[in-house]
């Protein structure tokens, strides 16, 4: 019965919250190649970047995404960029893959406007065998496997300094159905805005304020993760995240001078689910290389 309770409460919450439908990350400024395809060839490197994020722990059937991402800058004026995403949410499995090409302009000494497009697939599967405590074993409904593959593109636009950003972007322009499988499936247009600034507090401390703004017009209203990192000697960063409504996150992270960074978050949630589960965690590794000699490599990037 405990199950079958998470099971329908699982469902309820991603009726509401259908920016789920994209995977949530908190560690977002780190991993912009998700949100926005001009983000590709802004980190002036070589740049890989991996995330695992497990939300909601102990709730049966709670999100567990996984994602990999690569991108790099290909002489003065253009960016390529690879990302895979794998994103379980109990009987649901959703697998993505995107190509990114950005065309980047130089605005200034110091400034870049990248404008950006992404192609790729997403693949579905929904396994009903895995139902818990199915109460007719023989109901067709839970008999088997439903999957389908669909294609997308999307669209983005960023402009960056040393020590500002900001972005705009819909990452997925199709809206798609899957047919028979129930609502989750649903893949609506996502409309994302982002920004942040670094600011010299003393000599060895910075501090960043960002914004990430996310819509789903069709059935969501607009959200807003607020965040605050403080970074003492470009290395070590610790920070806040408040998810509007949601959850509030503690960040933490170290930067290594070969480019090597680690990152970890956990959220709190402060929402009607905060009974039915112990937070969220979510750790990140990239590495930037800026040629064969990575530790060459002498100006961290904070976004």
């Known amino acids: 019965m405990k199950k079958i309770i998470t099971c329908l409460i699982l469902c309820l919450c991603f009726a509401d919250l259908s920016a789920q439908q994209d995977a949530q990350y908190t560690q977002y400024m780190f991993n912009g190649l998700a949100l926005n395809p001009a983000y590709a060839g802004s980190r002036e490197a070589i740049s890989a970047n991996l995330i695992y994020r497990t939300q909601w722990v102990n709730m049966d059937g709670s999100p567990k995404t996984f994602s990999a991402s690569l991108h790099s800058p290909i002489g003065d004026s253009n960016g390529l960029g690879l990302m895979i995403e794998s994103d379980k949410i109990g009987v649901h499995n959703r697998f993505s893959a995107y190509a990114s090409y950005a065309y980047r302009i130089e605005v200034s000494e110091e400034a870049r406007l990248s404008l950006g497009v ?163 965690h979510e750790i990140m590794v990239g590495w930037d290389l800026s040629g064969p000699k990575p530790e060459k490599i002498l100006s961290p990037r904070f976004f």
């Open 118 to 280: 992404q192609a790729g697939v997403l693949s579905y599967r929904s396994d009903w065998t895995q139902v818990p405590n199915i109460q007719d074993p023989t109901d067709p409904n839970f008999a088997g496997e439903e999957s389908k593959m669909l294609p997308n593109f999307g669209l983005g636009i960023y402009y960056y300094t040393n020590n500002f950003y900001v972005g705009a972007s819909v990452p997925h322009l199709l809206n798609s159905s899957l047919d028979v499988v129930d609502a989750l499936s649903k893949y609506d247009r996502h409309y994302f805005l982002t920004s942040g600034y670094v600011f010299d507090a003393t000599e060895s401390l910075k501090i960043k304020p960002s914004i990430l703004i996310k819509s789903v017009p069709s059935v969501s209203p607009i959200s807003a993760d607020l965040n605050l990192s403080f970074y003492i000697k470009e290395a070590f960063s610790v920070g806040a995240s408040y998810r509007i409504g949601d959850a509030l996150a503690f960040l933490l992270g170290y930067q290594f001078k070969n480019g090597l960074r680690l990152g970890y978050a956990y959220d709190y949630n402060l929402s009607a689910l905060n009974s039915y589960n112990s937070g969220s």
